[in-house]
């Protein structure tokens, strides 16, 4: 009862954080896709050297943790650009380019996963390999990683978190506010436990589900 009446008398705290999570995480899978695609593309390439800054870019990304990321793209824009960015953008970039980087090889591992024959049969009936990759090659590919990228997104979720150390006004920025209000170190914090593992346990469903649905129809 007392976790009920401290989310209900904190309540405006917590649904912010939970808008600026679930929005955060969203944009950045939408942008991390996107950029993401480049990236894989570019490591499929048989230019040396897009495979080469591919490579490096995913390589260096998934070699660090995120909260370093955020906290260079934050103090960084200004000391490198001169730029005074909001918190939320930086963490959005950050975000993005993180998200990017998994995304990449995500994508490269579900085009190498079609069986070349469909390649071969393809530019046998005279397409180029532009229209093979965008006609025959991606919807089979986009298809296999659906559940993967669904993944990705429940895992964004939880990293997002430390978007708080730049003062982005998530969840777990939202349980330090409340810790001070209420002069409750632990409760807030298992309100915040409770509210990500719904989100998460809620998307691992309908991953799971629609990675099902995905196997009938094949």
Avoid at 39 to 46: P, V
Avoid at 181 to 189: A, K, V, W
Avoid at 194 to 207: A, E, K, N, R
Wanted: hydrophobic content about 50%.
């Amino acid at each position: 009862m007392k976790l009920i009446q401290l989310f209900l008398d904190y309540k405006y705290y917590f649904l912010t954080g939970v808008k600026v999570t679930l929005l955060l995480s969203f944009l950045g899978l939408i942008f991390g896709t996107t950029l993401g695609s480049l990236f894989s593309l570019m490591k499929l390439s048989k230019n040396r050297a897009l495979r080469a800054i591919a490579t490096a870019y995913i390589e260096v990304v998934r070699g660090t943790p995120m909260i370093t990321q955020i906290a260079m793209v934050y103090f960084g824009s200004y000391v490198l650009l001169g730029a005074d960015i909001d918190g939320f953008l930086a963490a959005l970039i950050a975000v993005s380019l993180n998200s990017a980087a998994y995304v990449a090889e995500i994508i490269r591992s579900g085009i190498q996963s079609i069986d070349k024959g469909q390649t071969e049969a393809s530019r046998s009936l005279g397409l180029t390999s532009g229209q093979t990759m965008r006609y025959v090659i991606l919807p089979q590919a986009v298809k296999n990683i659906l559940p993967t990228l669904g993944n990705e997104f429940v895992t964004l979720i939880k990293e997002t978190s430390v978007a708080s150390t730049i003062g982005v006004a998530d969840l777990m920025y939202a349980s330090k506010i409340v810790q001070g209000s209420s002069f409750q170190p632990f409760n807030p914090l298992i309100i915040v436990a409770v509210i990500y593992f719904l989100f998460t346990f809620s998307l691992s469903q309908l991953v799971g589900l629609l990675e099902r649905k995905l196997n009938q129809n094949d």
